[in-house]
């Protein structure tokens, strides 16, 4: 693996606070009713989307599950859109007419947002058939929610994907509850990342609070795909430290659970070695936190202040 | 005592087979359990075993003879010791007339095929690049799809049993020798999971033909037809769309009962970003389906399994196409006005010959072709022309293609309306296996003529 450099650990600071202060002004916006419908936060695994990040190559596909906001910000859009989506805005990635969970950006290679539990499992595969159709040395990865485990479509999915050599990469994030029913409430055996052992798809458990275990796993399983050995799935153990959704007061687990978790914070952890290799001090570190927050406050600014679209925009865009 | 072998039927729909190669000759003896012939089918070719025991007597086809009928004796074994006349004509005509009802409406159709089949509409008449031999709908089908894939690399098919196979109904024989199996690919039997990795494909450039073996499974996977491939256009604001056609057939076939015979037309001209479109002869299928392979959008292909053996000219034209959202006046007429589609049109004509010769109504057959985007401007000109309307489908009643297009007339053209609008559709049950009650349930010439004397007012 190569060797991260100083600019590496900024990035990742960098990134994972922006997806943090990005989902808590998500959570005000809906508190004061600026957003609707359904929001799922990410808040507490953002090493998961930002460990993968770092080994990704520009051309490679992503394709997530609805809890896609911090999916975005790690594949470098802009906050300002997603905002704007999230309020369903005309300046919103997806014109105002997908909300928080059917995000898009073609041109980035992201391929959503899917707002139907498992689905998106055969489509990224489906994006992987093509970078091999094509011939193109790209893969797919994609992201699955512990809940979708249990969803038929997956093991559909993993067989195709073994049988024909499909450059994907599964990423389970493992959060421990699909809404309010926990992994060992759902699952019959909590190994989810043995789940494709039957079809020969190897898999590893990773810790998702760090996210250097992340880059390395994801740095090992991504050259294992790109080299057109198939398939391959890491599950990470991650946590989120809100409800399911925004409607959700997480009542079916306990505070000791949640505080426990917040002791390994993700983005703490990431700070921490920072300072301790003093790539950079506490003074540059609060000028990112300033920055960060300065960015996020004007990216809801932006995303309160776009005009609704417009009435005619109800009957575009049903065909090309 | 001797006995007939008689040409069997091989599938649900076959009518007749072709006699590919004799694998006993006379003067063998044969017992229980033996091969003795390999017959092609619509399907296959398959080995047929003896199920009585004997010496063989005669042989009364040559190896090669084509277009056997089903019920036709082609052999005959018995003792050799006792005397027998062997007639070359085997009595077809006896086991029909026993069964007292047509095994299926396939044999219906090639009856009438003189006066119905081989008419042609109007603009097949006017069409200067018709083809001089007559082809069937499957190879009109397949012929399309290898002219679309040789024209772009970047349409492929997959499906069950689409290559090695050479299709469950032969519609993609001949493919995969063509295009190779990265590019023709037989999947698990695993709709759910095929049918997302394709509506992924297309969302990424490719332009996938997926072939459902028949509509009924398309159940399995029909939160992505919906869900994935209808509604990402729209969701992602017109940044990805999903050129895709799902294509197969649909609707009944001949006594498969309950989970393999229904109509999903109304299902999914109900969906907004779905396209769907109901060919009913070679001709149309082929222009069609072309603008279903070149369309940017997901394209709901509903073929009929009996109508894939149905013949009739076409157009070569490898650039031919028929545009999608345009219905097609088969037959034009005064008196009244009847709007179907597949397989119904047939029944639709046959059932106008005799309004004719019994009635003397001069019936207007619109043949709809595209169920979604719907030729509502076809229909209300016609309606307002003839002043009466039956639709005839084989779908459902309720919320059905005739239920819209009944709304539709009765808002847009209530004062050309001589009469209540009249749908004639299957009944409204689980499809029965019984050939008696299957042929109840569908709609049949007669219903579509007691229709038509309803809204014409004649007892």
């Not at chain 1, 906050?79 to 369903?88: D, F, H, N, S, Y």
């Not at chain 1, 153990?237 to 997480?250: E, I, K, N, V």
């Not at chain 2, 057959?365 to 002043?387: A, C, G, Y």
């Not at chain 2, 009765?410 to 299957?426: E, T």
Request: proline share 4%; aromatic share 8%.
């Amino acid at each position: 693996m190569k060797k991260l450099q100083k600019v590496d650990y900024i990035k990742m600071y960098s990134y994972m606070l922006k997806i943090r202060r990005f989902e808590e002004r998500a959570a005000q916006l809906y508190g004061m009713g600026k957003i609707g419908g359904f929001c799922h936060l990410y808040i507490g695994q953002e090493a998961v989307v930002v460990g993968i990040l770092m080994t990704i190559d520009k051309n490679d596909s992503v394709v997530t599950t609805y809890r896609d906001h911090g999916h975005m910000i790690a594949r470098g859009l802009d906050p300002k859109r997603i905002m704007a989506e999230l309020t369903g805005r005309e300046d919103g990635y997806s014109a105002g007419k997908g909300g928080s969970m059917h995000m898009f950006s073609k041109e980035n290679n992201f391929y959503g947002g899917h707002g139907i539990v498992g689905a998106q499992v055969p489509i990224g595969t489906g994006i992987a058939f093509t970078h091999k159709y094509n011939g193109e040395k790209n893969i797919c990865r994609t992201y699955i929610g512990d809940g979708a485990m249990n969803n038929g479509q997956v093991f559909e999915a993993f067989n195709l994907a073994a049988l024909w050599k499909l450059p994907v990469l599964y990423i389970i994030e493992n959060n421990k509850y699909g809404m309010g029913t926990s992994v060992d409430r759902a699952a019959a055996g909590l190994d989810l990342y043995k789940r494709g052992e039957a079809f020969g798809i190897p898999g590893e458990k990773v810790d998702g609070m760090n996210v250097f275990s992340v880059i390395e796993a994801a740095d090992k399983a991504g050259k294992y795909v790109r080299e057109g050995n198939g398939p391959y799935i890491i599950e990470v153990q991650t946590y989120r430290y809100r409800g399911h959704s925004m409607s959700d007061p997480a009542k079916y687990r306990t505070k000791e659970e949640l505080d426990n978790y917040k002791q390994t914070d993700p983005i703490e952890i990431v700070k921490a070695e920072i300072l301790k290799k003093k790539i950079a001090t506490n003074d540059e570190i609060e000028k990112i936190n300033k920055d960060t927050l300065e960015e996020i406050k004007n990216a809801a600014e932006f995303a309160t202040n776009s005009p609704f679209p417009k009435d005619s925009e109800l009957y575009t865009d049903v065909y090309l | 005592m001797s006995i007939e072998i008689l040409m069997p039927a091989l599938s649900p729909t076959m009518t007749e087979g072709n006699l590919s190669k004799w694998l006993i000759k006379k003067g063998d003896a044969v017992k229980a359990g033996d091969l003795i012939a390999e017959i092609e089918t619509d399907k296959a070719t398959m080995e047929v075993e003896a199920v009585d025991e004997g010496v063989v007597l005669d042989l009364l086809f040559e190896e090669g003879e084509a277009n056997i009928p089903v019920n036709k004796a082609i052999a005959i074994i018995g003792d050799p010791n006792e005397k027998v006349e062997v007639k070359k004509e085997a009595p077809i005509e006896k086991v029909i007339e026993e069964k007292k009802i047509e095994k299926n409406i396939e044999t219906k159709i090639e009856n009438k095929k003189a006066d119905i089949i081989d008419t042609p509409s109007p603009k097949i008449e006017e069409d200067r690049n018709l083809s001089s031999e007559e082809i069937t709908m499957r190879q009109a089908l397949r012929d399309t799809m290898a002219e679309e894939m040789r024209k772009d690399n970047k349409v492929f098919i997959l499906g069950e049993e689409v290559a090695e196979y050479q299709g469950a109904y032969k519609v993609t024989q001949g493919l995969l020798q063509e295009f190779g199996k990265e590019r023709v690919l037989d999947t698990p039997i695993s709709e759910h999971g095929f049918t997302g990795l394709a509506v992924g494909a297309a969302f990424k450039g490719l332009r996938p033909i997926l072939e459902f073996m028949t509509f009924n499974f398309s159940m399995q996977a029909i939160d992505q037809i919906i869900n994935s491939a209808a509604k990402t256009l729209y969701m992602s604001g017109g940044q990805i769309n999903c050129p895709i056609v799902f294509r197969g057939p649909n609707g009944a076939a001949a006594q498969v009962a309950a989970q393999h015979s229904q109509d999903f037309s109304s299902w999914y001209s109900q969906v907004p970003g779905l396209k769907v479109i109901a060919p009913s002869t070679p001709y149309n299928a082929k222009g069609l389906l072309r603008s279903a392979i070149s369309d940017q959008n997901p394209v709901i292909f509903l073929e009929n399994e009996i109508l894939y053996g149905l013949k009739g000219q076409v157009n070569n034209d490898i650039n031919f196409s028929i545009p999608i959202g345009k219905a097609n006046i088969e037959k034009e007429g005064k008196d009244l006005t009847i709007v179907t589609y597949s397989i119904m049109l047939q029944k639709s004509k046959e059932a106008a010959l005799r309004l004719k010769e019994e009635y003397n109504l001069d019936v207007e057959i619109i043949d709809l072709q595209t169920l979604r985007p719907l030729d509502t401007e076809t229909i209300l000109n016609s309606v307002k022309k003839t002043n009466r309307l039956i639709t005839v489908e084989e779908s459902w009643p309720f919320g059905s293609v005739g239920s819209e297009i009944a709304n539709i007339v009765q808002r847009d053209a209530f004062d050309y309306l001589d009469s209540p609008v009249i749908k004639v559709n299957s009944a409204d049950v689980p499809m029965p296996y019984a050939l008696s009650l299957e042929k109840l349930y569908l709609p049949q010439v007669d219903d579509i003529i007691n229709a038509a004397k309803k809204v014409s007012y004649i007892k």
